[in-house]
């Protein structure tokens, strides 16, 4: 048992990159992570980690002993997981990454009844519309909205982000109302520059599937401000609809081209494959899940009526 905690800083550091990141990430300090590696080497007798200012670089030998490490540890967490399943509860620090408006108006309000039944977890929560990097940064779990397409993450479908296109009673006002999605060429449109298709927007109507190309001067990466960008009457977006549930209910948003609807996104909860799946990873995807399934904006319960 005392070279698993050595072994396990140092795949951490090797995956994070940096003894910092990795001691604020056990709540310690970086000269205990120091000496949990130089220990591990005093051990082995030979150098893992070549340290320079600016990076740290495997050695020869670290790279053939860190594939080794997370082998056994993968395999010391596996048979951990099997022989407690059914006694093991949920405990530790759970680190939670999801995109800022899903997370804001969906996830931080369901997690005290999560905190409430699982008392021995704790949330780590990094809230950002980037793909971040889960072994890097130490990510258990993250929550995204699109296809995933990294064979390096499971992913575990729990909900269905539909878009709408919408814009401001006070824009439509001032540049009037586009009736087909050719219309938004036109129109100010809202970028969002994370979209996977940039500004080609994609609808699908009784005809069949069709695109247009489209173009505004308030280009932004992050989906707050596309919605913030809406409110302010900035142009016109497409969106998920649970961006904007309780605005279209009190008609400060309106809902456009209600025949021509922009492709649905599953919503998946991933985590790395190359890691077993602790009690508390899989009590969170199972709560999600459950959550989701019952609420008409997330769930498919909502996906083929028109707001």
């Known amino acids: 048992m005392d070279l698993l905690i050595p072994m396990k800083a140092f795949v951490r550091v090797v995956e994070a990159g940096s003894f910092t990141a990795v001691a604020i990430e056990q709540n310690t300090t970086q000269p205990t992570v120091s000496r949990q590696i130089a220990a591990l080497e005093e051990h082995l007798g030979a150098r893992l980690l070549t340290r320079t200012t600016r990076a740290l670089t495997l050695t020869d030998d670290g790279r053939a002993f860190y594939e080794h490490a997370l082998r056994a540890l993968e395999a010391v967490g596996e048979a951990e997981n099997a ?12 680190r939670l990454a999801v995109p800022v408006v899903l997370g804001r108006r969906h996830i931080v309000p369901r997690l005290a009844t999560f905190l409430a039944r699982y008392p021995d977890v704790s949330i780590d929560l990094t809230m950002s519309d980037g793909f971040v990097d889960l072994v890097e940064q130490g990510i258990d779990l993250a929550i995204r909205v699109g296809e995933i397409t990294d064979e390096s993450l499971v992913a575990r479908r729990i909900g269905v982000a539909r878009r709408l296109t919408v814009a401001s009673p006070a824009y439509l006002k001032s540049n009037g109302t586009p009736r087909t999605p050719d219309d938004l060429q ?3 449109c809202i970028v969002y520059t994370r979209l996977a298709t940039g500004n080609r927007w994609y609808f699908e109507s009784k005809d069949g599937p069709l695109s247009v190309t ?4 308030y280009r932004v990466d992050n989906s707050e401000a596309v919605r913030e960008g809406v409110l302010a009457g900035l142009g016109i977006a497409v969106i998920p609809a649970f961006a904007f549930s309780d605005e279209i209910a009190a008609g400060t948003v309106k809902v456009l081209l209600k025949s021509y609807e922009p492709k649905l996104l599953p919503l998946n909860a991933v985590y790395a494959s190359r890691r077993y799946v602790p009690p508390r990873v899989r009590a969170m995807i199972d709560f999600l899940a459950h959550e989701l399934e019952i609420d008409p904006v997330l769930s498919g319960y909502g996906a083929g009526s028109r707001a």
């Open 186 to 188: 036109r129109h100010d």
């Open 214 to 217: 489209v173009s505004g001067r």
């Open 83 to 94: 022989v407690g399943r059914r006694q093991a509860k949920p405990t530790g620090t759970l």
